[in-house]
Each structure stands twice: as structure tokens, then as C-alpha cells.
């Protein structure tokens, strides 16, 4: 495999037992098959590494947890469904001011559900919207108008209850 900054090894099977994608590419008469390559060149060294650690079944927590996004963007672009579901879960353990909207936005581009409920329960259900009022009227002036509906939404829902 090539990352953007190096290249490291691979066994083909391997990778595309776990990946339809990768079995495609090896399988078919497709570049990849052609150079024994395949090129991930959005991914540095290091987040590839924890990729194939992932799929080797040999990754340390703290690898998984310092490139999960990354982690999460390769597993949605190959396939490895197994590994968004574990991003996913561990996004939602450590949600906080800092990092639930940009959470709440790559919960949206990735499809994740789970994760999705999970900041917009932390925004609304726990009042931390007040908390980050600057970002939040950053957030607002975006282009997106799915999540930010979704969470008027569940404010009006909450505000209704009073």
C-alpha cells in the first residue's frame, strides 16, 4: 500500500478478505492488480499502518484512537464494515465542547446514526449548545442545513415539554 508519505506492505488475500473494494481491485483487471499496489494517498504512514494493524486484528488502542477518523474515512471508502461500526462507537465515548460538532458532522457524512443521537443529545438534552454559542453560530452559517434542522428540531422538542 502507498500512503502519502511512504509505502508499506500487505498481504493481497488479507486485505481483500475484509474489503470488497480491495477484492475488486485485486480481482479484476484494474491497476491495482496490475502493479501489486494500491494507492491510499489521503492517508499518511502512520494511519495506514493502523489500518492494516486493524485489519491484521493487531491494532493498540492508542493507534486506533489517535487515527480513528482517518480510520473511519478508509473503512467507508473500502468497505470494512466492522471498522466504522468501532469508530463509531468510539467517537461517542469522549464527546465533548470541543469536538461534538465537528462529531455531529462526520456522523453525517459517514452515516452514523449512533453517533449522530449521541451529539445532539450532548448539545441540546445537556444544554452544552449555551456552552459553545460562538462555534454553534459558526455551525449555523454553514451549508448544513440536515444537521442544523436536526438539532432546532430536537431543541423545539425539548422546548415543547416545558
Excluded at 95 to 109: C, Y
Aim: charged letters at 25%; a negative charge.
Amino acid at each position: 500500500m502507498s500512503a502519502s508519505n511512504g509505502t508499506i506492505g500487505a498481504h493481497r488475500v488479507v486485505v481483500a478478505a475484509c474489503s470488497h473494494v480491495f477484492y475488486s481491485m485485486s480481482s479484476h483487471d484494474l491497476r491495482e492488480k496490475e502493479i501489486s499496489a494500491i494507492n491510499i494517498s489521503d492517508m499518511t504512514i502512520e494511519a495506514c499502518q493502523s489500518f492494516l494493524s486493524y485489519i491484521y486484528m493487531d491494532i493498540e488502542q492508542k493507534d486506533f484512537i489517535k487515527h480513528r477518523l482517518d480510520l473511519l474515512r478508509a473503512s467507508d471508502k473500502y468497505g470494512v464494515l466492522d471498522l466504522i461500526d468501532a469508530c463509531e462507537e468510539s467517537l461517542m465515548e469522549d464527546i465533548d465542547m470541543k469536538n461534538v460538532l465537528d462529531r455531529l458532522q462526520s456522523a453525517s457524512m459517514y452515516g452514523l446514526p449512533k453517533l449522530n443521537f449521541c451529539c445532539i443529545q450532548y448539545l441540546v438534552k445537556f444544554g452544552k449548545i449555551y456552552d459553545i454559542r460562538e462555534e454553534f453560530n459558526a455551525f449555523i452559517q454553514s451549508d448544513e442545513w440536515d444537521l442544523i434542522g436536526e438539532v432546532v428540531n430536537e431543541m423545539l422538542s425539548i422546548w415543547k415539554g416545558f
